[in-house]
């Protein structure tokens, strides 16, 4: 997650330190989430099968051999990125309007950038993502987070003394009443989760208190202003976390023989989506899911992908998006139907 080369589940792997937060800040952001102090509730546990998805593999032509698509509204649009991010081989984001027509692909980049992911958007006309001025071979590339709204860029950064160097600040989700989420890392490489709003300018962050977390990531946000995303506990295990506004209450997700659980983007419905990591090390295997408080967990793979799929994005009809590596070691973008 530090590197904008990098795939999006390895950034996100690499980004994580832990979860500080049962509630929002709201002392700068009207409507911020917050919660009462209290214990976390308890995930339900489900049987990983689930739902059948119909799956569709979606790549922009412009390059065929890495495509991630990271976001989907309830309209069917998506966003996503190309290029692996290698020296020569720069991420560049892009917009799907009809994901069955090939030819609807429009370029998203931040003006002036060297690379750009476009990583959510909402019903409206607002993308949120991060970009880097720079490609370089060593991948230690800056990142600074951005809002699109309908072709008019504005440069998103948490204002902190202690950035890291390069600094690294990314959004990642966004809700219809335009409260994005995302996160930045310090000086000492740990991470925090933040939510902005976009209309007032205002940040808060997202800051549990967990006793001994360093770090988190803030991934997404839904309509109900309910935030998902991951951290790293005291004893340096990875586990997702999904805050609930309305009855608040703090969910801890692990799925049941995960290594690492890491939830990416959450529907209105309170669907969330991610992967989790069975394993360590070159026996390690990557599975979406999604989750729900009624059903618990369900295995998500991609058929041309299985062990090396990731969820990134879920809308209100419980269609997801992500990608997986292939056969060939290609990464490719999917989206499947329920």
Same mark, same amino acid.
């Given at each position: 997650?530090?590197?904008?080369?990098?795939?999006?589940?390895?950034?996100?792997?690499?980004?994580?330190?832990?979860?500080?937060?049962?509630?929002?800040?709201?002392?700068?952001?009207?409507?911020?989430?917050?919660?009462?102090?209290?214990?976390?509730?308890?995930?339900?546990?489900?049987?990983?099968? =689930?739902?059948? %998805?119909?799956?569709?593999?979606?790549? !922009?032509?412009?390059?065929?051999? #890495?495509?991630?698509?990271?976001?989907?509204?309830?309209?069917?649009?998506?966003?996503? %990125?190309?290029?692996?991010?290698? +020296?020569?081989?720069?991420?560049?984001?892009?917009?799907?309007?009809?994901?069955?027509?090939?030819? !609807? %692909?429009?370029?998203?980049?931040?003006?002036?950038?060297?690379?750009?992911?476009?990583?959510?958007?909402?019903?409206?006309?607002?993308?949120?993502?991060?970009?880097?001025?720079?490609?370089? +071979?060593?991948? +230690?590339?800056?990142?600074?987070?951005?809002?699109? /709204?309908?072709?008019?860029?504005?440069?998103?950064?948490?204002?902190?003394?202690?950035?890291?160097?390069?600094?690294?600040?990314?959004?990642?989700?966004?809700?219809?009443?335009?409260?994005?989420?995302?996160?930045?890392?310090?000086?000492?490489?740990?991470?925090?989760? %933040?939510?902005?709003? /976009?209309?007032?300018?205002?940040?808060?962050?997202?800051?549990?208190? @967990?006793?001994?977390?360093?770090?988190?990531?803030?991934?997404? /946000?839904?309509?109900?202003?309910?935030?998902?995303?991951?951290?790293? !506990?005291?004893?340096?295990?990875?586990?997702? #976390?999904?805050?609930?506004?309305? +009855?608040?209450?703090?969910? /801890?997700?692990?799925?049941?023989?995960?290594?690492? @659980?890491?939830?990416?983007?959450?529907?209105?419905?309170?669907?969330?989506?991610?992967?989790?990591?069975?394993?360590?090390?070159?026996?390690?295997?990557?599975?979406?899911?999604?989750?729900?408080?009624?059903?618990?967990?369900?295995?998500?793979?991609?058929?041309? =992908?299985?062990?090396? @799929?990731?969820?990134? =994005?879920?809308?209100?009809?419980?269609?997801?998006?992500?990608?997986?590596?292939?056969?060939?070691?290609?990464?490719?973008?999917?989206?499947?139907?329920?």
């Amino acid at each position: 997650m530090k590197r904008l080369a990098q795939s999006h589940a390895q950034r996100l792997r690499r980004s994580v330190g832990a979860l500080a937060a049962t509630a929002l800040a709201s002392g700068t952001l009207a409507g911020a989430l917050a919660l009462a102090a209290g214990p976390a509730q308890a995930s339900p546990v489900a049987a990983l099968s =689930g739902p059948a %998805y119909t799956f569709k593999t979606l790549n !922009n032509s412009r390059d065929l051999t #890495f495509n991630q698509l990271l976001g989907i509204n309830d309209h069917g649009k998506i966003v996503g %990125y190309f290029g692996s991010g290698a +020296a020569g081989h720069p991420n560049k984001g892009y917009n799907l309007y009809s994901p069955f027509h090939q030819g !609807n %692909y429009q370029n998203v980049n931040f003006p002036g950038s060297k690379q750009t992911q476009v990583t959510g958007l909402n019903n409206g006309h607002v993308v949120v993502g991060f970009y880097s001025t720079q490609n370089r +071979a060593d991948l +230690a590339d800056n990142n600074f987070g951005f809002v699109d /709204i309908s072709g008019h860029f504005r440069k998103v950064n948490f204002p902190t003394s202690h950035p890291a160097s390069p600094p690294v600040d990314q959004l990642l989700g966004v809700n219809d009443s335009g409260l994005a989420v995302g996160f930045y890392v310090d000086s000492a490489g740990n991470s925090h989760g %933040y939510l902005y709003n /976009i209309s007032t300018h205002h940040y808060a962050s997202v800051n549990p208190g @967990t006793v001994g977390a360093t770090s988190i990531t803030a991934a997404g /946000i839904n309509d109900a202003d309910s935030v998902t995303g991951f951290f790293t !506990n005291a004893k340096g295990a990875v586990l997702g #976390f999904f805050v609930r506004k309305s +009855a608040p209450h703090l969910f /801890i997700l692990k799925v049941p023989g995960s290594s690492a @659980t890491q939830p990416l983007g959450v529907s209105t419905h309170g669907e969330v989506v991610g992967f989790y990591t069975v394993g360590s090390g070159n026996s390690a295997v990557t599975h979406g899911f999604t989750w729900t408080r009624q059903h618990g967990f369900h295995k998500v793979d991609d058929p041309h =992908g299985a062990g090396a @799929t990731t969820v990134n =994005g879920v809308n209100t009809a419980g269609d997801l998006v992500g990608f997986y590596t292939d056969s060939a070691g290609n990464t490719d973008g999917f989206l499947a139907k329920p």
